[in-house]
């Protein structure tokens, strides 16, 4: 069957937000788009800033249960510490995953007191059978994210695969697609999208481009997501054809954006703070197990 671009189903912004001990960023997933509609990603946050006091105060010790998290750095340092024993520095280009499961508590603190601090973090949700298992966490240096570069694009491939290369991250239980994608000016970029089954976005971090099939594409722009349709909410008729992949083509600037996709879990999502549970009597658990120190 032809293969087509799948549509943009919706442009949004986040809204502007503070949390830990008073960051700044913008909250975009689990913001202006539901993480029901994105499913399994649970939230993304974007933290930009060259104002110290927009980020000095970090993320102080605070617990997790049951989802996994995934941080990718542009620029800035910050330092992870959990009661797991772990610790590491999160410096340009990195990404830390970590999967808090059971129960973890961890601090993300700033190491500059001044410069810029801009990243992103996202929650991926763990189904049912996986929210109890053993938490850990991973550093990956930025140089060991393999990439796919021509004249006209640059393409970190951080997780999944793209034209045959393998993302580096591994152990994220919703196996997505995260890519990290630059543009030159008017460039065109196709990705495929495994399953028509999967939910699937774009966030731009710098200039605009078109996304979805000619024709029908929208403009995505700086610090915007655009979410894409999913065929699977719909019948497809047997003459469609199937949407199972994304067309994009860079603006007159060029164009900067993350691209994510992953298959649903279709489970009950109850969430309360940084615990993701499927009930609420396992999230009055998490609270309990968390007072009782047993994270």
Do not use: C
Request: glycine share 10%; hydrophobic share 35%.
């Amino acid at each position: 069957m032809s293969s087509v671009s799948r549509k943009v189903a919706n442009v949004s912004k986040g809204y502007k937000t503070k949390d830990g001990a008073g960051v700044s960023l913008l909250r975009v997933i689990g913001g202006p788009i539901s993480s029901k509609s994105v499913d399994p990603f649970l939230m993304l946050d974007a933290f930009k800033s060259e104002n110290p006091n927009d980020y000095i105060a970090g993320f102080p010790s605070h617990p997790h249960r049951g989802q996994q998290t995934l941080t990718y750095m542009i620029d800035g340092i910050m330092e992870h510490k959990d009661n797991k024993g772990n610790k590491g520095l999160l410096k340009p280009g990195m990404v830390q995953v970590m999967n808090a499961a059971r129960g973890i508590i961890h601090s993300e603190m700033p190491k500059q007191v001044e410069g810029k601090m801009f990243g992103f973090q996202f929650w991926l949700n763990l189904a049912a059978v996986d929210k109890m298992s053993d938490p850990w966490y991973k550093d990956i240096p930025s140089e060991e994210i393999p990439e796919v570069i021509t004249n006209d694009k640059k393409v970190r491939v951080v997780a999944g695969h793209y034209e045959g290369v393998e993302g580096i991250v591994k152990g994220l239980r919703v196996n997505p697609i995260f890519l990290d994608v630059k543009l030159s000016p008017n460039t065109k970029f196709s990705v495929d999208i495994p399953d028509f089954d999967h939910n699937s976005f774009v966030y731009v971090f710098e200039g605009e481009g078109k996304f979805g099939p000619e024709g029908y594409e929208k403009v995505v722009g700086d610090q915007q997501i655009g979410v894409l349709e999913n065929k699977d909410r719909v019948t497809i008729n047997d003459n469609e054809i199937t949407p199972n992949k994304l067309d994009a083509v860079a603006g007159e600037n060029g164009v900067r954006f993350l691209f994510l996709s992953a298959k649903p879990l279709r489970e009950p999502i109850v969430q309360h703070g940084p615990f993701v549970m499927n009930t609420q009597k396992e999230i009055q658990q998490a609270f309990f197990d968390y007072q009782m120190g047993r994270f």
